[in-house]
């Protein structure tokens, strides 16, 4: 996912009572489907070791 993302910046996340690292940037082109959206704006959380623990339980799980 992170392929064609350039970060502009960094960030935190206060959730579920947790800080977790996030970046900032613009997805070069991202593609759902058939359909392909260029210069996407979109902030993704960084993943590191121990998050598995609690990120499943929010109902999803995003690995770099």
Same mark, same amino acid.
């Not at 996030?22 to 070791?49: A, P, S, Y």
């Given at each position: 996912? &992170?392929?064609?993302?350039?970060? &502009?910046?960094?960030?935190?996340?206060?959730?579920?009572?947790?800080?977790?690292?996030?970046?900032?940037?613009?997805?070069?082109?991202?593609?759902?489907?058939?359909?392909?959206?260029?210069? &996407? &704006?979109?902030?993704?959380?960084?993943?590191?070791?121990?998050?598995?623990?609690?990120?499943?339980?929010?109902?999803?799980?995003?690995?770099?």
């Amino acid at each position: 996912m &992170l392929k064609d993302f350039k970060v &502009l910046y960094k960030g935190i996340n206060n959730s579920m009572g947790h800080r977790t690292p996030t970046v900032q940037g613009v997805f070069n082109h991202l593609k759902l489907g058939d359909k392909q959206i260029n210069q &996407l &704006l979109g902030t993704i959380q960084e993943f590191r070791d121990g998050d598995e623990k609690w990120s499943r339980e929010g109902g999803w799980e995003f690995r770099n």
